[in-house]
């Protein structure tokens, strides 16, 4: 194993960066924290221990659908940052923050939020290395976006 495999990109774990390509997600592109980033870590730890004991097992553990709801926040809270590609009736959807709560916290929506776990453990996964030729190789954003170039999952 090369050494330089292992190191990551902590700066753009935590500043986020595009990923597209995510599975069954078409044309979708998020922008996204990596979910190691210390805000993502310290806000869910937070969060979780603000749990009220009506809302833990006996033992402790906090209860399934309530970690959830926690994990649906901090997405929304530390590691969604923008979206592009999202379109209804063939219109785009701008980012909004509101809607991403939802998204993010609404079971039925659970594909988006797995998207965007996918996206946040793919930032977790790039290596400096990577990142080098990642940015060699990005697409420009698409019209009327915002955002900087996308990076190209491996």
Do not use: C
């Not at 097992?57 to 399934?64: L, M, S, Y």
């Not at 590691?79 to 809607?99: A, Q, R």
């Not at 060699?136 to 955002?147: A, M, Q, T």
């Amino acid at each position: 194993m090369e050494l330089s495999n292992l190191k990551r990109d902590s700066k753009m774990v935590e500043g986020g960066k595009w990923v597209d390509e995510i599975p069954g997600m078409g044309n979708l592109r998020l922008r996204v924290r990596g979910m190691s980033s210390p805000t993502f870590a310290a806000l869910r730890g937070r969060k979780q221990r603000k749990v009220p004991k009506s809302d833990r097992e006996a033992d402790g553990a906090i209860k399934t659908d309530v970690d959830m709801r926690l994990l649906g926040e901090a997405l929304h809270e530390a590691v969604l940052l923008e979206w592009d590609g999202l379109t209804e009736d063939g219109k785009p959807v701008p980012f909004d923050k509101d809607l991403a709560l939802t998204w993010l916290t609404d079971p039925d929506y659970m594909p988006f939020a797995d998207a965007v776990v996918w996206a946040a453990s793919f930032v977790d996964r790039s290596t400096a290395e990577a990142q080098g030729g990642l940015e060699k190789n990005s697409r420009k954003p698409s019209p009327g976006s915002s955002s900087g170039g996308t990076q190209q999952p491996a």
